[in-house]
């Protein structure tokens, strides 16, 4: 295909389908713990190729990682050769021998942590009973050998209340840093949705707590949510200086990298252009070369087409005052609500954002069907 990189600049590769958590807002649930993960050989011999297209970055996470037996035979793999990588694990598994291992790992740059909570109250209601205790000895266990040691928090009604503490938690562990993404409708969240979603108001909260509590500690807090709090700050400046009624020139859907810059790669082989376009596959790695996936897909031609979308030929965005600066958002998310990637995010949409309710309807959701059940306990629900 032309106009397109000959490999993707980062690969993320999700080396397992096996994890020992069911987190509430897992977006790879749909393939949780089943038993077709690749073999080790086959995963040397898909990294031996990214070598030859020279990618530079690769992300390793699951699943969990470390429920492979082999997962240091796939790292040993990806240290013979040139690329810089980081790594995601939920640190239940981590102990004394295996941290030794990793601090042994020299272009490793960074290892990533989920933690969703500053005591076994918050965190386990989202991870499941027991896992705060054992995440936090893995860290703990982490940093006694390595130093880029940082957190991930998915922000929902059960921990946004609990940021500060988390980012208090973080800086006396001694962390890198601690990160702090919104949820997405997808996977397991979209079974748990009534009890997990932020309303728009929440939402603006939680990025104005986030903005204080950069000011506070500098870098240490970082993450998606304050880099949207940055870029609705440009809408709020266009309100000022701008007539919204004779909006200018529209953007296209250029908000995300998938099928770009980067992609992923399924436990089972599938290509995917991200994590959270779980089912959206491009082609398979024992039946097709990757870099033919890469450059001669289908669904990537389709992700490198968003581009050339203008929001002008979207109803909803059409006559929008802020088109000039929207950029489409997560297209996963438009896939998840409306089968299509050429569609919005309303989780990115200002107008959505400044207004009252929630970022989507609800019952647009397959989060519908499990409301009734969820009912009782969105009455008893109280915020943390």
């Given at each position: 295909?032309?106009?397109?990189?000959?490999?993707?600049?980062?690969?993320?590769?999700?080396?397992?389908?096996?994890?020992?958590?069911?987190?509430?807002?897992?977006?790879?649930?749909?393939?949780?713990?089943?038993?077709?993960?690749?073999?080790?050989?086959?995963?040397?011999?898909?990294i031996?190729?990214?070598?030859?297209?020279?990618?530079?970055?690769?992300?390793?996470?699951?699943?969990?990682?470390?429920?492979?037996?082999?997962?240091?035979?796939?790292?040993?793999?990806?240290?013979?050769?040139?690329?810089?990588?980081?790594?995601?694990?939920?640190a239940?598994?981590?102990?004394?021998?295996?941290?030794?291992?990793?601090?042994?790992?020299?272009?490793?740059?960074?290892?990533v942590?989920?933690?969703?909570?500053?005591?076994?109250?918050?965190?386990?209601?989202?991870?499941?009973?027991?896992?705060?205790?054992?995440?936090?000895?893995?860290?703990?266990?982490?940093?006694?050998?390595?130093?880029?040691?940082?957190?991930?928090?998915?922000?929902?009604?059960?921990?946004?209340?609990?940021?500060?503490?988390?980012?208090?938690?973080?800086?006396?562990?001694?962390?890198?840093?601690?990160?702090?993404n919104?949820?997405?409708?997808?996977?397991?969240?979209?079974?748990?949705?009534?009890?997990?979603?932020?309303?728009?108001?929440?939402?603006?909260?939680?990025?104005?707590?986030?903005?204080?509590?950069r000011?506070?500690?500098g870098?240490?807090?970082?993450?998606?949510?304050?880099?949207?709090?940055?870029?609705?700050?440009?809408?709020e400046?266009?309100?000022?200086?701008?007539?919204?009624?004779?909006?200018?020139?529209?953007?296209?859907?250029?908000?995300?990298?998938?099928?770009?810059?980067k992609?992923?790669v399924r436990?089972?082989?599938w290509?995917?252009?991200?994590?959270?376009?779980?089912?959206?596959?491009?082609?398979?790695?024992?039946?097709t070369?990757?870099?033919?996936?890469?450059?001669?897909?289908?669904?990537?031609?389709?992700?490198?087409?968003?581009?050339s979308?203008?929001?002008?030929?979207?109803?909803?965005?059409?006559?929008?005052g802020?088109?000039?600066?929207?950029?489409?958002?997560?297209p996963?998310?438009?896939?998840?609500?409306?089968?299509?990637?050429?569609?919005?995010?309303?989780?990115?949409?200002?107008?959505i954002?400044?207004?009252?309710?929630?970022?989507?309807?609800?019952?647009?959701?397959?989060?519908?069907?499990?409301?009734?059940?969820?009912?009782?306990?969105?009455?008893?629900?109280?915020?943390?």
């Amino acid at each position: 295909m032309k106009n397109c990189l000959s490999a993707p600049l980062d690969v993320f590769i999700a080396i397992t389908n096996r994890c020992n958590l069911a987190c509430k807002h897992c977006n790879v649930y749909p393939t949780r713990n089943s038993t077709n993960d690749l073999t080790t050989d086959e995963w040397i011999r898909f990294i031996r190729r990214l070598a030859e297209l020279k990618v530079f970055t690769l992300w390793i996470s699951g699943g969990e990682p470390f429920m492979r037996e082999d997962v240091f035979s796939i790292l040993h793999e990806i240290e013979a050769h040139h690329f810089h990588y980081g790594l995601n694990t939920n640190a239940t598994l981590i102990d004394e021998q295996a941290s030794r291992r990793i601090s042994e790992l020299k272009k490793l740059f960074s290892v990533v942590v989920s933690l969703d909570g500053s005591s076994p109250a918050v965190h386990d209601k989202q991870r499941g009973k027991g896992s705060f205790d054992r995440t936090i000895r893995g860290i703990e266990i982490l940093l006694k050998h390595n130093k880029h040691v940082s957190t991930y928090t998915t922000v929902t009604r059960n921990n946004y209340q609990d940021i500060e503490d988390i980012v208090i938690l973080g800086k006396s562990l001694g962390l890198a840093s601690v990160k702090f993404n919104e949820l997405l409708p997808l996977g397991n969240a979209v079974c748990h949705l009534p009890n997990l979603i932020l309303s728009n108001r929440e939402r603006r909260a939680l990025t104005h707590n986030l903005e204080d509590l950069r000011n506070t500690y500098g870098n240490f807090v970082i993450g998606t949510i304050l880099d949207m709090g940055k870029f609705f700050k440009g809408f709020e400046e266009l309100e000022k200086i701008e007539n919204l009624d004779n909006p200018g020139c529209a953007n296209g859907l250029f908000g995300c990298g998938g099928g770009i810059q980067k992609c992923t790669v399924r436990p089972d082989g599938w290509v995917v252009p991200c994590d959270r376009l779980w089912d959206f596959k491009a082609g398979h790695i024992a039946e097709t070369d990757f870099q033919e996936i890469w450059t001669s897909s289908p669904i990537f031609s389709e992700m490198r087409k968003r581009a050339s979308i203008s929001l002008d030929d979207i109803d909803e965005c059409s006559g929008c005052g802020y088109k000039s600066l929207c950029i489409g958002g997560c297209p996963a998310v438009s896939y998840e609500l409306s089968g299509s990637v050429f569609t919005v995010d309303p989780m990115s949409c200002y107008r959505i954002y400044k207004g009252k309710g929630f970022p989507y309807k609800l019952d647009t959701m397959n989060a519908q069907k499990e409301q009734e059940g969820y009912a009782h306990e969105i009455q008893i629900q109280t915020p943390l």
